[in-house]
């Protein structure tokens, strides 16, 4: 696979032979094409699509929380638990029905083998650029929903100065008025030291 350099040479790094390889590669397509060809119970071989993402959603909360009497002659479908209608077979609990779903035998009677198609550079490019736009779109509308709460910090800021200014000039314009407390009576109930700055 890889030749080893000769320390003569001075270069160190591995040689990798790309027709060695190449041949690896078809090999590799042709097993997998061999395996999508499955055969059927009269040995004849059938193509099998390539495994796809579902396109629907799996229901799974239809019957939650529901009582349901099941006798001898209620149908299969309608029994307890969760009824496949491919496989003709009923799952008792969600986990293992999604297990079953995702599963090969499941697969098989849908007429697709476990194999996921190889993508292209042109895809892997396209999903790229797809994401790219994504990333930008949500950074545009952080940076709109960031901006917006910074607006309405200033304006609460702006509100709180306003206020306190309009506090600063009610207290200058407001007059002060002492109260006129008899100072043996206020050192009586404690109060000496609280009025004002004079020492009694």
């Keep these: 696979m890889a030749s080893s350099s000769s320390s003569s ?15 690896l590669a078809k090999k590799r397509l042709r097993e997998e094409e061999d395996e999508a060809l499955d ?6 071989s059938v193509k099998r699509e390539l495994l796809r993402q579902r396109d629907y959603k ?14 001898k002659t209620t149908p299969t479908s309608q029994s307890g638990g969760y009824y496949c209608n491919v496989c003709d077979c009923v799952v008792k609990d969600s986990i293992n029905f999604l297990d079953h779903i995702n599963g090969k035998k499941h697969q098989r009677n849908l007429g697709m083998s476990m194999k996921v198609e190889r993508s292209s550079l042109e895809q892997v490019k396209k ?24 607006l309405k910090e200033e304006d609460e800021r702006m509100r709180a100065y306003r206020r306190e200014k ?3 000039k009610k207290r200058k314009t407001a007059p002060t008025e002492e109260s006129e407390v008899d ?4 050192k009586l109930m404690g109060f000496g030291g609280f009025g004002s700055s004079k020492k009694l």
């Design 166 to 168: 309009k506090k600063d």
């Design 183 to 186: 100072p043996e009576m206020a």
């Design 58 to 71: 799996v229901d799974l909360d239809s019957k939650l929380g529901k009582n349901q009497v099941i006798t």
């Design 39 to 44: 055969h059927d119970s009269k040995g004849a």
């Design 127 to 150: 999903r790229f650029e797809m994401n790219k736009k994504k990333m930008e779109e949500k950074k545009k509308e952080y940076d709109v929903e960031q901006r917006l709460k910074e």
């Design 9 to 23: 040479g001075g270069d160190f790094r591995r040689k990798w032979d790309r027709d060695e390889y190449e041949e």
